[in-house]
């Protein structure tokens, strides 16, 4: 904590004025500092690694569920702060209690008439903590904005990232409800922003992501407030390496889910899952629907497909019943996001497989198969492939 109040019930600020270390401690000698949440009584710290900060005595836990807060954490909560009174269409407070709904955010913000509650969260907490924090600052008309501690990232290459079911819990809404989400992270120690936007799941936590890299100093409220959806085609070249990656990896300790499709596969069309059709990886905008690997529930549309004569008309609402029936496919946890129907993620994939020309729309949600699906083909061709599909579907972009 970085607020506390004391005796005469004045709020102290660590980070309003220059305090030096001197000052502090005969400060500590002459007052007492108590929780402006629960009135506990606090100790001041003041140390030469960590900021100095207020802590709950022991066995004097707060009324309010809180986490430890590490150096790490203090520091961005600062930075943050810092920051947006640095902005002068801001009024901005540091830990502003706030009783009516018992949250006390990091930074609480005013901008057009808008209060945002900006939370930097370092620390894991469960999701249904989460989701009430969030709940009560909507109840009291306030946004809140999660950002999570760029350090729980974990980045496995230039454009994917490993994101656990609580880091999906900090993912916002894009441009539209129909763009990728994208997840707010910020580094203390670089004093930076790293937003990961455009996800789409390629596996249940491995995503692909298009960075941006936002120096603190360098960037205003109304970039984090009113982002802008960037295009995913400057980036394909990326995706196709994922795709070559999952091509050539030994296909060991499959789920359930794999090996019955597997089998399926090697029954129905003699190929192993390394020898999917390109059509079955293509990186859609809505794909974050599911909670299912990109090319388990695209192989099973085209399975879906496959088994239509050609020339024959099919409608989406027959392709969403075959899916939304397959206990194999999962659909992602979207509460904390505008909520979109499992259909449009089919929608988008039979669009795009109509702008390839596998399907041609012929009415409203009504489609003909124009031609048959390649599902066999030497490894050597399907990379050659890979990189011809996704060129077309830059095109349908």
């Known amino acids: 904590m970085l607020v506390a109040k004391n005796t005469k019930g004045t709020m102290m600020n660590l980070w309003d004025k220059q305090w030096d270390a001197t000052i502090l401690m005969q400060v500590r000698r002459e007052e007492t500092f108590y929780c402006p949440v629960c009135d506990n009584p606090l100790d001041l710290k003041i140390g030469s690694i960590k900021v100095p900060h207020f802590a709950h005595q022991k066995n004097k836990a707060c009324t309010i569920e809180t986490e430890p807060e590490s150096e790490y954490h203090l520091n961005g909560k600062l930075q943050l702060y810092k920051w947006l009174q640095g902005q002068s269409v801001l ?24 209060y945002t509650a900006i939370e930097y969260q370092c620390s894991v907490i469960p999701a249904a903590l989460f989701s009430k924090r969030t709940s009560r600052y909507k ?160 192989t099973k549309i085209l399975l879906f497909i496959d088994q239509i004569q050609k020339h024959t008309i099919f409608t989406l609402e027959e392709v969403t019943r075959e899916i939304r029936t397959d206990s194999s496919i999962n659909v992602r946890e979207l509460s904390h996001l505008k909520m979109i129907p499992i259909g449009a993620p089919i929608l988008e994939y039979l669009e795009t497989l109509s702008h390839m020309g596998m399907l041609q729309r012929v009415h409203k949600n009504k489609y003909v198969k124009q031609r048959e699906i390649t599902w066999q083909s030497a490894s050597a061709d399907l990379l050659k492939r890979d990189e011809m599909v996704i060129k077309l579907f830059a095109q349908s972009k």
């Open 91 to 114: 009024s901005a407070k540091l830990e502003q209690y706030l009783p009516n709904i018992t949250q006390r955010p990091d930074v609480l913000f005013k901008n057009r008439n808008r």
């Open 139 to 298: 109840q009291a008309g306030i946004e809140a904005m999660w950002i999570l501690g760029a350090r729980k990232t974990a980045r496995l290459s230039s454009h994917t990232f490993r994101i656990s079911p609580f880091q999906w819990l900090f993912t916002r809404t894009g441009e539209t409800p129909l763009d990728p989400p994208s997840i707010y992270t910020y580094c203390s120690e670089m004093q930076a922003f790293l937003i990961l936007e455009h996800l789409i799941p390629f596996s249940k936590q491995i995503f692909f992501v298009i960075p941006r890299y936002l120096p603190l100093n360098q960037t205003s409220i109304s970039d984090l407030q009113c982002p802008k959806t960037n295009s995913i085609k400057p980036h394909l070249s990326k995706w196709i390496h994922l795709i070559k990656s999952h091509r050539l990896k030994p296909a060991f300790h499959l789920p359930p889910e794999l090996i019955l499709l597997q089998k399926e596969l090697y029954e129905k069309k003699h190929i192993p899952l390394s020898h999917l059709p390109p059509e079955a990886f293509l990186p859609i905008d809505t794909g974050y629907l599911f909670d299912s690997r990109i090319y388990f529930w695209q």
